[in-house]
């Protein structure tokens, strides 16, 4: 395995409330990312931070993505971009594709 070359880590969901906080990937100035196997994993450590989903939790489809080894929060198209380059996809259900959505479930 080639450590120089960016990988994806695992599923990520950046909930943007606009504050500054300390430790968070490169490309995320403002707000919180919070990292786990899964997205619903994500959400779930999102809603025991915030104490609710309700009206909280508006990310949408840009707020879920990747975290990199690279120390990156990517959307779920450029993921895909990254996994694929790396034989990260354990399935083949995408060898032909050169553009996809990424999930979790694709990667483990």
């Known amino acids: 395995m080639d ?3 960016e990988r994806i880590l695992c ?9 500054v906080y300390p430790h968070q990937p490169i490309n995320t ?3 919180i990312v919070v990292c786990g196997l899964r997205h619903c994993n994500c959400y779930a450590i ?3 931070l915030l104490g609710s989903f309700k009206g909280k939790l508006e990310v949408g489809r840009n707020g879920q993505g990747f975290l990199t080894s690279s120390n990156r929060f ?8 990254i996994a694929k380059a790396n034989s990260q996809i354990y399935h083949h259900c ?3 594709d050169e553009e996809g959505t990424l999930t979790s479930e694709d990667l483990y």
Do not use: H, M
């Not at 599923?11 to 504050?19: E, G, L, R």
């Open 3 to 5: 450590n120089t070359k």
């Open 11 to 19: 599923a990520a969901i950046w909930y943007n409330d606009s504050k």
């Open 29 to 31: 100035p403002t707000g």
């Open 46 to 48: 999102l809603a025991g």
């Open 74 to 81: 990517v959307g779920r198209a450029e993921g895909f971009k």
């Open 94 to 96: 995408f060898d032909n």
